[in-house]
């Protein structure tokens, strides 16, 4: 499936790559509206080459719009940061994507 991650700059982004990157098709890298999230561009830099297929989008809710878009029919995952998670559980709940 497809992975929407993002994390805060200040945790272990390279251990959590390497353990979320490499059981994912594709990667897009996102960061949640909190001060201390690392950029999307900053995290497909420290963590390229772990997955197959990577892009970056400057929201969450860009990110998750685009994955929605894309018509693939395996799962989404939305995994890194509990702020991120917490902030694509809102965009959802919202029906702002229906």
């Keep these: 499936g497809d992975l929407v991650f993002g994390a805060m700059a200040d945790k272990q982004i390279e251990e959590i790559g390497r353990l979320l990157l490499p059981r994912v098709a594709r990667v897009r890298f996102t960061a949640p509206a909190v001060e201390r999230a690392c950029p999307p561009d900053e995290l497909a830099a420290r963590l390229c080459g772990l997955a197959p297929e990577s892009s970056t989008a400057p929201s ?36 702002r994507f229906e």
């Design 60 to 95: 969450v809710e860009s990110a998750l719009a685009a994955e929605l878009a894309s018509a693939r029919t395996e799962p989404i995952i939305v995994a890194g940061s509990l702020y991120l998670v917490g902030e694509a559980r809102d965009l959802l709940l919202s029906r």
